[in-house]
T-cell receptor, first 114, second 112 residues
Framework: EAAVTQSPRSKVAVTGGKVTLSCHQTNNHDYMYWYRQDTGHGLRLIHY???????EKGDIPDGYKASRPSQENFSLILELASLSQTAVYFCASSDATGGSYEQYFGPGTRLTVL | QQKVQQSPESLSVPEGGMASLNCTSSDRNFQYFWWYRQHSGEGPKALM?????GDKKEGRFTAHLNKASLHVSLHIRDSQPSDSALYFC????????????FGLGTRVSVFP
């Protein structure tokens, strides 16, 4: 089964500080994603990537940057963390196996911005 | 406006009973649908995808898609306590992997 790991699992950050969330997958998947989950908003797509060294904006990219230095690693960067970015962040990966493009999610990172 | 809408918000089902969840898209570009399940403290996990009109069955789970009305349903037969979770409907414009749009979820509770 697909394995996606995230670090850290939880983090407390100060307003205005820089935060980096990391994601690692070991399944040779081409596609990777970052979502955030808030109560009342479900999951929303922040950034995604088709291939290393390239990222795409999702539905809510403002205030976030993404980096895909290799096929296995995908980072989400908050240059100036704000209170509104308190949420649980999920990374996912997928490929075309079976034609379904099923996304495999990591366990999430709970970010609290104070 | 939420592009993928789910109902009900929550559902209580007796063990062994049937749970029925609904999902409607307001965006005609969405043609591909998935159901994901999320247990407390975990990431979502895919249950099944459905891309064609009609029914698709996988074990105790049956999904139904009506592309004309952009309505998708999920039926869980013989519900078990382990089925207690948050269920998401998700959609995309194409089946290549550009990311999913999720609904707000339906919380299912299975009681003995």
């Amino acid at each position: 089964e697909a394995a996606v790991t995230q670090s850290p699992r939880s983090k407390v950050a100060v307003t205005g500080g820089k935060v980096t969330l990391s994601c690692h997958q070991t399944n040779n998947h081409d596609y990777m994603y970052w979502y955030r989950q808030d109560t009342g908003h479900g999951l929303r797509l922040i950034h995604y990537s088709y291939v290393a060294d390239s990222t795409e904006k999702g539905d809510i990219p403002d205030g976030y940057k993404a980096s895909r230095p290799s096929q296995e690693n995908f980072s989400l960067i908050l240059e100036l963390a704000s209170l509104s970015q308190t949420a649980v962040y999920f990374c996912a990966s997928s490929d075309a196996t079976g034609g379904s493009y099923e996304q495999y999610f990591g366990p999430g990172t709970r970010l609290t911005v104070l | 406006q939420q592009k993928v809408q789910q109902s009900p918000e929550s559902l209580s089902v007796p063990e062994g009973g049937m749970a029925s969840l609904n999902c409607t898209s307001s965006d005609r570009n969405f043609q591909y649908f998935w159901w994901y399940r999320q247990h407390s403290g975990e990431g979502p996990k895919a249950l099944m995808s459905i891309f064609s009109d009609g029914d698709k069955k996988e074990g105790r789970f049956t999904a139904h898609l009506n592309k004309a009305s952009l309505h998708v349903s999920l039926h869980i037969r013989d519900s078990q306590p382990s089925d207690s979770a948050l269920y998401f409907c998700a959609a995309s414009e194409g089946n290549y992997a550009q990311g999913l749009t999720f609904g707000l979820g339906t919380r299912v509770s299975v009681f003995p």
